[in-house]
């Protein structure tokens, strides 16, 4: 499904967070520090970025639906003509950087790689780095479901301003985020003081790279105590050998896991169907797959109804085969999801 | 390679930064410096070359190798599309606003409901096709009447007019054209392609429209009252990759079709024989442009190979 020149394909970096939570100091940082690569940046017209470069070039966010029969389906109308103009003066540049304004869905940005025959041809998604305000964004989470998307849609995370919260308050903030996303890297931060290798070249979408990063919330062991705590009606937590643990009323990750090989012409179907019916509210969807007689892995990834998949490398002799697969999203039917999966065993 | 056209007998190739290449003859080609860094969107009368770059400049380029600003944008925004009216009026756009600066007077300037897509000119009269998300607009700029809005759901990217001005058609965003029969807005839905389509050429004869969007030449016929309403397209020259480029001859029903392997074909219309112009390698074919005694083609691929074929 994917084409396998991905050699020469230019590296794009989306940067998301809700208002004032530092998105624009990250970028400074990433423009102004030695490190010897070159990016263009796509910056909203309203941005404050200080520094002058005929790389940096501003934008209005212009959504597109796609008429795709497919209602999730938006994309960046301006993203597309600018990630064009810019792939003329290739070579000038080694990655691309966007950055969204504090209110914006990262669905359409990621989505523009899926639908766009050209774009994908000539540039990859590499990760979603989302900027997280460390003293607001329990209140954000609460009132804003920008910023709950935005955190359910990265791939790496930067709790910024950590100076301005306690330990206990980092650590529930923390914990509020693993359950909306239990996959995203995560990485405490001053004025977004981060090696910029952890935020850029992620490669968080590459195929080949899927679900490398194991769930640390899951693996956090069962042996917990029931401290429920009801001091904020939305959420309910318990500890986790000292890791809070909380559910998202409305935003969950869903992990499945099978060592039963699965039958391809089960599984396509139901996950096509399964993304048509609910893709609205699946944000992202990761798996690797093991199909009965197939010495590859198969791996594929989503955005809402978009799906990407292809055959990877063999399985490893020293490998488990097992097929895992990762739902991030809003009020998911879980009982379903886990039954329609497992009648895909072969 | 943004685009080739012909000065005369001299080949003009659009380069994706900073200048353009002038060959003529046996002679060491030209390098001439039009903008200051990507040139986004090119056109050509046949007098002159008119280009838009991402330093905000319009520029004119001659025949004789002479070099004219005709505008600069006072913000520096990109300069995405131009197009030259019959009358050599320029007119361009830089995200919302579209442009119009006839010869001998001020600028005129039209706010499109969202980033233009595509422009062109009438080829009659000072009109100008303004594609833009959900549809089109079409302004006269020396009128004082209000712009007609042309609706079709979703996003534009490039607009043509049929050389007898009946119709209009777009490209989408979406693998698909939309055409309008300009007397009575009636819709035609032109379907079917799997790829977005970059190139729209007319045939010599007026009688048809020739694209990419396809791995084969994509022919729609324009002939009788009713276009290509309830027609099916007629399919030439399939091949393996996709078709990036097409340029119809001046006179003759020949097509030249420049695929994404960089493989360019001579087909003839009528029958669909195949000539081979340019063999495959390299990147896709971006430019394609034939002289106007249709004995040369100019090629050029998207990393910038180029060459000048003649077929007499």
Known sequence: MTDKITADKIPVTVLTGYLGAGKTTLLNRILSEPHGQKYAVIVNEFGEIGIDNDLIVGVDEEIFEMNNGCICCTVRGDLIRIIQGLMRRKGKFDAIIVETTGLADPAPVAQTFFVDQEIGRKAKLDAVVTVADARWLKDRLRDAPEAKNQIAFADVILINKTDLVGDADLREIEARIRAINPYARLHHTQRCAVPLAEVLHRNAFDLDRILDVEPQFLEAGDDHDHHHDHADDHHHGHDHGGLKHYHDEDMQALALKTDRALDPDKFFPWIQNLVAQEGKNILRSKGILAFKDDPKRFAFQGVHMMLDGDHQRDWRDSEKRESRLVFIGRELPESMIRKGFEECAA | ?312
Request: negative net charge; hydrophobic residues 40%; aromatic residues 8%.
């Open chain 2, 1 to 312: 390679m943004v685009g080739a056209y012909f000065l005369g007998s001299a080949a003009v190739f659009v380069l994706g930064e900073e200048a353009l290449l002038f060959a003529a003859g046996d002679d060491e080609p030209r390098r001439v410096g039009v903008h200051g860094g990507a040139i986004l969107t090119a056109a050509c009368d046949g007098e002159r070359v008119v280009t838009g770059g991402d330093d905000g400049k319009i520029v004119s380029t001659n025949g004789d190798v002479t070099t004219v600003e005709i505008a600069a944008d006072p913000k520096h925004r990109w300069i995405d599309h131009v197009a030259i009216a019959p009358d050599g009026t320029v007119a361009w756009s830089a995200g919302k606003d579209a442009f119009v600066q006839p010869r001998k007077s001020e600028p005129r300037k039209l706010e499109a409901p969202s980033t233009v897509g595509g422009l062109a000119f009438a080829p009659k009269g000072l009109r100008l096709a303004i594609a833009h998300y959900h549809g089109v607009t079409l302004w006269f700029p020396n009128a004082e009447a209000a712009p007609e809005r042309l609706e079709w759901k979703g996003s534009h990217v490039d607009v043509t007019f049929s050389p007898d001005g009946r119709y209009l058609v777009t490209a989408m965003q979406e693998p698909t054209l939309h055409g309008w029969r300009l007397v009575d807005g009636k819709h035609m839905r032109m379907s079917g392609y799997s790829a977005k389509v970059r190139s729209m050429a007319w045939t010599a004869d007026h009688k048809a429209l020739a694209t990419s969007g396809a791995p084969q030449l994509i022919v729609w016929p324009f002939q009788g009252k009713d276009g290509p309403m309830g027609k099916q397209p007629r399919m030439l020259a399939p091949a393996e990759h996709q078709v990036s480029m097409v340029a119809c001859h001046p006179q003759k029903e020949v097509t030249a079709v420049g695929y994404e392997d960089g493989l360019a074909l001579l087909v003839r219309m009528s029958d669909g024989a195949e000539v081979l112009a340019r063999r495959p390698g390299g990147s896709p074919v971006s430019a394609l442009a034939w002289d106007s005694a249709g004995t040369t083609l100019a090629f050029g691929t998207e990393d910038g190979e180029a060459g000048v074929i003649n077929l007499s």
